[in-house]
């Protein structure tokens, strides 16, 4: 009996973390994936304003500064991700979504990413609404032994009754994206994705789902994949969004050597004296 009910407990151990994904500690038994004090944490990175459009991260659709300056227009997003500060809720749920097999982790992004998209999209667009992971390499595939986003796909599938489409593909080959610059990510890229079946996307309204953007080489590439295969719109989603955020400051137009020091007003350019009333 005793010999059941660990290897109960350790099947449910592959379904449900007993510890906190970020900090490690017990979890009680409302928790799912957080602590009290991570799962806080996590719901406030979510409710940071975006600079651009002052609404809260997850329900803001702005795009980043690189896919802005791209020319999209719309970004669903959950949070902003900070690379310097590894021990953050909302990063180190990223790394359990690639490294740990556990549905929890999927089932908890999938329902806040279901609400996002919910949020952002109109009625005609849901109605031709169809998710498509961004793929990953065979290399990252055989490193973790799944594909996260089409897990994750599949998971917000069954919170808002979308179709999933595996039909865009990657071809073999490329290096690792972390490890490059933003001009060397872009060539990485660059004709490396591919439709396999682009009826499933002709007329469609792509939600193009990916877990990370930093410069926006992978997402713009599929996306004008996607595109060229006959879909009517393509609007990417993603977990976590990197970089600064698409707020455009006016240029200075100061001429090199020309004073733009402000000129005493003389006689023939003062101004009228107010009347006293
Ligand atoms: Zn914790
Ligand atoms: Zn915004």
């Known amino acids: 009996m005793g010999r059941v009910t660990s290897a109960i407990s350790r099947l449910l151990s592959l379904v449900y973390p007993s510890k906190c994904v970020c900090c490690g500690e017990l979890l009680d038994k409302d928790d799912e994936v957080f ?140 290096r690792m994206q972390k490890k490059l610059s933003a001009e060397e990510r872009r060539t990485n890229v660059e004709n490396r994705f591919f439709v396999t079946q682009p009826e499933d996307l002709a007329g469609k309204t792509v939600l193009l789902l990916d877990d990370l953007t930093t410069s926006g080489a992978t997402l713009l590439e599929c996306r004008r994949v996607v595109k060229a295969a006959g879909a009517a719109r393509v609007i990417p989603c993603v977990i976590a969004v990197s970089g600064r955020d698409f707020v455009i400051r006016p240029r200075k137009t100061r001429k090199k050597g020309k004073s733009y020091k402000k000129k005493r007003p003389t006689a023939g350019t003062q101004s009228a004296p107010r009347p006293i009333r």
């Open 35 to 174: 602590c009290r004090t991570c799962y806080d944490r996590y719901e406030n990175a979510k409710q940071e304003i975006c600079s651009r459009c002052l609404q809260p991260r997850c329900r803001c659709t702005c795009p980043s500064f690189s896919l802005g300056k791209a020319g999209l227009r719309r970004l669903v997003k959950l949070y902003k991700y900070q690379p310097s500060e590894g021990d953050l809720p909302e990063n180190r749920i990223l790394f359990a979504l690639k490294q740990r097999h556990l549905q929890s982790v999927f089932n908890f992004i999938a329902r806040d990413l279901a609400e996002a998209i919910e949020d952002a999209l109109t009625p005609k667009e849901k109605a031709t609404a169809i998710l498509v992971p961004c793929p990953r390499s065979d290399r990252a595939k055989a490193k973790n032994g799944y594909d996260h986003m089409e897990r994750l796909s599949v998971a917000i599938s069954r919170e808002i009754d979308f179709p999933v489409s595996l039909s865009l593909r990657r071809a073999r080959g490329g």
